[in-house]
């Protein structure tokens, strides 16, 4: 039997529906009367949109719906308008020449901070490029990503790459799941630069370490479907509790980084020791501004650099023609170096072809972050409404058969004597975006795959377990922080002779 408060509750939501079906048939009525032509899209069911459309890897059905409505569409979450670009003239259009107006960030409500907070101490999710955003990325800049203080990091990354070698030849013959080897190198890369300490341990159990189900917490809260993001009458409410919980997590973090920023404002680093958090406390940041920007290049530079590597070595498995032929490549550079060294492998045409060829088949971000229309725009005489999301998607665009010779199929070949590169220049390839929002950590995450790769090959022998071969290999894919594999890598390494 149920008792008076779930009557009420009952009678409530039964009142409710019919409400909403109302205000959203108006809605749309006007919406089409006032005509502005949207793109076009399948039709959204009522109340709740396309979002069954989307189903649960987004970027493959958006891309088997262009099929049928081109590469422009709009999809409705909820009342909200998304319009999805899935070809280079499109995404030339809204990430160069509309780059101004379509450089919003679609924030979700989820986070804990208020929008004018959250504004002044971010960078991946101010709601516009505003002069905080301009400044934050500008240090990122100088102080992570220049060329000269990438070079002053590469004994950092070194070091971590002896770290993962001697960890791996200590579980010669044993299975050792790839994805978690590299999470806990690049992880303990950035930890270094950022904080000159590791935060994972190689030997722990990756999945249950503390720091990274945080950070993985934070992305999942902040990126499930929020009600307050698409229905209005939400917008200042907390119907699932998403924000609280993200509350939380954001407490939890500042549990661990609080401590070590409070240790530093006390004892200054030595000049030539210094990193990037001694950087920002010369800037005077706050506890909150210190939390949110370590969680963000943390979360932005971690899953994102692990699930390439990860692709990588499944694809190279996957294909021994092109693992001997990198290997080769490889082993020349040693006789002539003496070692791997950061700064000649990334030089290596075939090392750098293998790594572009996974990001075509495999962006770990295939939809980009969501864009924010700032105004009322036209892409391809169609009208992009004010606060409409954006996104493009670079995954359906990397399997294009009309740009890409067998798109399926992994061919670093293609990338060999071809200019094609990721800096932000070629539409057809667009792993980290382009235009104002596009990723500004990607010469460090060129770094981090390539040391981390060349050593994998160069150093081990590798094979699947109980005597897979490699046509039984699952190359499924799971949609979540990152477009990762569904099946984790497992191998065996062997440390070569
Ligand atoms: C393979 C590695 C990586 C890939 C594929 C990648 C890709 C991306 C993409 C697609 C975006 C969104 C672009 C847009 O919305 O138009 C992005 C944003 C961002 N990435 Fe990366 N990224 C990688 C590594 C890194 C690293 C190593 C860092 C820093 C340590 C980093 C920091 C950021 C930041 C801060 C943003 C937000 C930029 C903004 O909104 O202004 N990323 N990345």
Redesign the pocket.
């Known amino acids: 039997m149920m008792n008076t408060n779930e009557i009420n509750s009952l009678i409530l939501v039964l009142l409710a529906i019919p409400l909403l079906f109302i205000i959203f048939k108006n809605y749309y009525k006007k919406s089409k009367l006032k005509g502005p032509q949207l793109p076009p899209g399948p039709t959204p069911w009522p109340l709740i949109g396309n979002i069954p459309h989307l189903g649960k890897l987004p970027h493959s059905s958006v891309a088997n719906y262009a099929q049928i409505y081109g590469p422009i569409m709009t999809f409705k979450l909820g009342f909200k308008n998304l319009i999805v670009g899935s070809s280079p003239t499109i995404a030339m259009e809204i990430?160069s020449k509309q780059d101004l107006i379509l450089s919003g960030?679609d924030t979700p409500r989820a986070f804990p901070h208020s929008r004018q907070e959250l504004n002044h101490i971010s960078?991946?999710w101010t709601e516009d490029c505003n002069e905080s955003?301009k400044n934050l990325?500008a240090l990122?800049k100088s102080e992570?990503f220049s060329g000269k203080t990438l070079e002053s990091q590469e004994s950092l990354r070194e070091k971590k790459i002896f770290d993962m070698v001697d960890f791996l030849k200590a579980n010669e013959g044993k299975t050792v799941n790839i994805g978690q080897v590299a999470f806990a190198t690049i992880f303990n890369m950035?930890s270094n630069i950022l904080l000159s300490r590791d935060l994972i341990s190689l030997q722990e159990d990756i999945e249950r370490s503390t720091m990274k189900n945080l950070l993985r917490g934070i992305v999942e809260v902040v990126s499930a479907p929020n009600l307050s993001d698409i229905y209005p009458i939400f917008n200042e409410l907390d119907p699932q509790g998403l924000r609280n919980k993200a509350n939380s997590l954001w407490q939890q973090l500042w549990s661990i980084l609080g401590p070590i920023v409070e240790e530093r404002r006390k004892n200054i680093h030595e000049a030539n020791q210094r990193d990037f958090l001694d950087t920002l406390i010369d800037q005077k940041f706050s506890d909150a501004g210190f939390n949110e920007i370590l969680m963000?290049?943390f979360n932005?530079?971690a899953d994102?650099?692990t699930s390439?590597i990860d692709w990588m070595m499944a694809e190279l498995i996957k294909n021994p023609e092109i693992m001997k032929k990198l290997r080769e490549e490889l082993d020349i550079e040693v006789i002539k170096q003496g070692k791997i060294k950061e700064s000649h492998i990334m030089n290596l045409p075939y090392l750098q072809a293998c790594i572009k060829e996974t990001?075509r088949l495999h962006?770990?971000?295939p939809l980009?972050?969501p864009?924010r229309a700032l105004e009322d725009c036209k892409v391809m005489n169609y009208t992009i409404p004010k606060n409409a999301q954006v996104m493009v998607n670079v995954w359906a665009i990397g399997r294009d058969p009309i740009l890409w010779e067998n798109p399926l199929e992994f061919k670093p070949e293609r990338f060999v004597n071809s200019p094609l590169d990721f800096i932000g220049k070629d539409f057809i390839f667009l792993?980290?975006?382009a235009?104002r929002?596009?990723?500004?950590?990607?010469p460090?995450?060129a770094r981090?795959?390539s040391l981390v790769i060349a050593s994998l090959v160069h150093s081990f022998d590798w094979s699947l377990p109980n005597g897979e071969g490699p046509d039984m290999l699952d190359m499924k894919e799971e949609f979540g922080i990152t477009l990762q594999k569904k099946q984790p890598m497992i191998l065996i390494p062997r440390p070569r002779k």
């Not at 929002?437 to 990607?442: D, I, L, N, S, V």
């Open positions: 990430l960030r960078i991946g955003w990325r990122c992570l950035l963000e290049l932005a530079g994102t650099s390439t990001l962006p770990p971000i980009l972050l864009h792993p980290f975006g235009g929002r596009m990723c500004p950590g990607y460090m995450a981090q795959i």
